[in-house]
């Protein structure tokens, strides 16, 4: 098992920028893949960036180019910087990872971007 504990969340106007945190309760990162979603709301769950052990990335279409997704691995920290931000990023943001077909998430962070 693994607890996420997500940080960095806030109302920002848009064209700032937020930086979250996720820090995990053990040493995962070199075996599993970690992931932010958000949910915007009245809306479903969605993934917005992913990092693999190996340290790949990946992210939605609607945030490449403005969000990034790094770790620091003796911090068991996962973050995601997100510049350029639009009142459409308004979202609870989760971390997330896999383990042995069991999924674990943090509580949440709440960005909310101001027009």
């Known amino acids: 098992q693994v607890q996420l504990v997500e940080s960095g969340g806030g109302l920002v106007q848009a064209g700032g920028s937020l930086r979250l945190s996720c820090t995990a309760s053990?040493?995962?990162?070199?075996?599993?893949?970690m992931g932010w979603y958000r949910q915007p709301p009245g809306n479903q769950r969605e993934l917005v960036a992913v990092i693999t052990p190996g340290g790949s990335t990946n992210y939605a279409d609607s945030v490449k180019g403005r969000f990034t997704i790094s770790r620091d691995n003796a911090k068991n920290t996962v973050y995601l910087q997100m510049n350029s931000l639009k009142p459409e990023d308004t979202a609870v943001y989760y971390c997330?990872?896999?383990?042995?077909?069991?999924?674990?998430w943090g509580q949440g962070t709440q960005v909310t971007v101001s027009s």
């Open positions: 053990r040493s995962i990162f070199s075996i599993v893949a």
């Open positions: 997330n990872t896999n383990m042995r077909g069991d999924d674990y």
